[in-house]
Every structure is written in C-alpha cells, then in structure tokens.
C-alpha cells in the first residue's frame, strides 16, 4: 500500500533526523524541500542566488517556486511505493496543492506526524546544529525570524489536516529513540 507521510513541526523539532529514520524503516522515499533548495543555492544558478537570499533571510521560498519544484520530482519518482515529505507543505496553498498533486498520481497523504517542542528547545537545539551545519539561517536573529514565519504562515497547516482528519500529535522531546518509537506507533497504527 502506498504511504504518503508529511512529516510536521517547527524549525529543529527534529524533522529531518526522524524522516531518516522513518524512511528507512517503512522504504519510503524521503523528500526534504530543505535539501533540495539547499542544492539548488550550491549549484550558485540564477534562480539558486533568489532562493539563497529567502533561505538566509529565513523568509519563505514563494509558494510558485516549490510548488513547480515538488510537481516535477513528483514525476520523476512515480514509481515510488511513497514519500516522506520534510518541511512541505509550509503554507495552505502547498496543503492544497500537494493534495492536487497526489490526486493526480491517483494517491494521498495518509498521515500528518506534527512533532511538538517548545520554543525555548527548539532555539537550543537550532543554535546547537549551528555550530556544525554551516547553513546561513541557524544563527541567532534567523532562527528568531523563522520560528515567527512558522507561526504565521506554516502553523495554520496543521488546521488543513486536522480538518481532513489525519492529524497525529506526537511528542518530539526525549531521545530519538523514544521519539521514534511514539512516531513508529503512530505509522502502524495506520490500516
Ligand atoms: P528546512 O531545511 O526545512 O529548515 O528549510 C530551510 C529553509 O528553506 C526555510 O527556512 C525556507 O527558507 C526554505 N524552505 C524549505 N521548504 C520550504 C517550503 N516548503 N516552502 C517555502 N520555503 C521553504
């Protein structure tokens, strides 16, 4: 059966590490529009200099952007068995649009894992991943900035699944080990 998981939380409640880990465990495809971004800046193209200055000022890529973005990876790896997607949707309109999109390949995301930790964790550990990541947005002021992006534009997304009633809360504090056994019993709990 096809699993489409979308993988939720506020910048460092450890997103990518458990995507890892999920897709591992359950073969699925780990998509983390992130690192896709990422290689896009290192790749110093024309649209890669306009998706730097977004990523470095921790404001948001534009909606059209990584909508076009998604749309073609998700034609490129159709015969996936599913994907794990990693910091998309962060807006309603990706919501609405992964849905199309999914609809499309005849699938659908069939759970919303949103990592909850509170903010005072979320800046250690983001300043913590500063000191090693090299990425220009794991500084002080950034982190700042996009933990109130989170709030404003990607929050509301959560309201998108809860509405199409595939919502799990799931505590990401602890280990990664309890983290992942809380998100384990949630992927099996699915029929
Ligand atoms: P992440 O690696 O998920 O923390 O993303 C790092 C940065 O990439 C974000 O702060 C945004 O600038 C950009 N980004 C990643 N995913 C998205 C998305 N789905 N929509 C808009 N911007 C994104």
Do not use: W
């Amino acid at each position: 059966m096809t699993k489409n998981v979308v993988i939720f939380g506020a910048p460092g409640a450890g997103k990518g590490t458990q995507s890892a880990m999920i897709a591992e465990k359950y073969g699925l495809k780990h998509l983390s529009t992130g690192e896709l971004l990422r290689a896009e800046v290192e790749k110093k193209s024309e649209i890669g200099k306009q998706i730097d200055s977004y990523i470095s000022h921790g404001n948001l890529v534009p909606d059209e952007v990584i909508i076009n973005m998604l749309s073609s990876v998700l034609k490129q790896n159709s015969q996936t068995a599913g994907f794990i997607f990693d910091g998309f949707p962060r807006t309603t309109a990706q919501a609405a649009a992964l849905k199309t999109m999914l609809k499309i390949h005849g699938t659908e995301v069939a759970v919303m894992l949103n990592l909850k930790v509170g903010e005072d964790e979320l800046i250690k550990r983001l300043l913590y991943r500063g000191i090693s990541s090299g990425r220009s947005d794991d500084n002080y002021e950034t982190i700042q900035h996009r933990i109130q992006v989170y709030h404003n534009d990607t929050a509301p997304v959560k309201d998108f699944y809860v509405k199409e009633g595939i919502a799990v809360d799931i505590d990401g504090t602890g280990s990664l080990n309890d983290i992942f056994k809380r998100i384990c019993a949630a992927m099996d709990a699915l029929a």
